[in-house]
Nanobody, 115 residues
Framework: QVDLVESGGDFVQPGGSLRLSCVAS???????MGWYRQAPGNERELVAT???????NYADSVKGRFNISRNKARNTVYLQMNNLKPEDTAVYYC??????????WGQGTQVTVSS
C-alpha cells in the first residue's frame, strides 16, 4: 500500500501560479508518478506524469504552462502551474503506479482559478 498526500491547492486569479506537492509514504516498486484532475461534470483526466529517464508526459492543454518534477530522495512529486486559466479549475489528484500496474491515488486538492 502507498499513501499519497497532496498539498498546495488554492484560489488564484487568472494568470497566477500555484505549486502542488505530493508525498508518497514509500517509493518501493513505484515506477511513475503524476497528476490528474477532475472538474465538476467531467471525467478525470491526465495532467502530467513523470518516470525515470526522465520520461515526462503532459496533456496538450497544459504544455508550456505546467511543469512536473520529482524528488526521489523525498518521495515527492511537484506540479508547478503557471499562467493559470479558469478552465484549469478542478480537483487535482496525485497518482503513483507500481511495477505490477497498481494505481494509487491521493485524496485530491482543490484548485480554483477565478477573477
Amino acid at each position: 500500500q502507498v499513501d499519497l498526500v497532496e498539498s498546495g491547492g488554492d484560489f488564484v486569479q487568472p494568470g497566477g501560479s500555484l505549486r502542488l506537492s505530493c508525498v508518497a509514504s514509500r517509493a518501493t516498486y513505484i515506477i511513475s508518478m503524476g497528476w490528474y484532475r477532475q472538474a465538476p461534470g467531467n471525467e478525470r483526466e491526465l495532467v502530467a506524469t513523470i518516470r525515470d529517464g526522465p520520461n515526462i508526459n503532459y496533456a496538450d492543454s497544459v504544455k508550456g504552462r505546467f511543469n512536473i518534477s520529482r524528488n526521489k530522495a523525498r518521495n515527492t512529486v511537484y506540479l508547478q502551474m503557471n499562467n493559470l486559466k479558469p478552465e484549469d479549475t478542478a480537483v487535482y489528484y496525485c497518482n503513483a503506479r507500481s511495477r505490477t500496474g497498481t494505481h494509487y491515488w491521493g485524496q485530491g486538492t482543490q484548485v480554483t482559478v477565478s477573477s
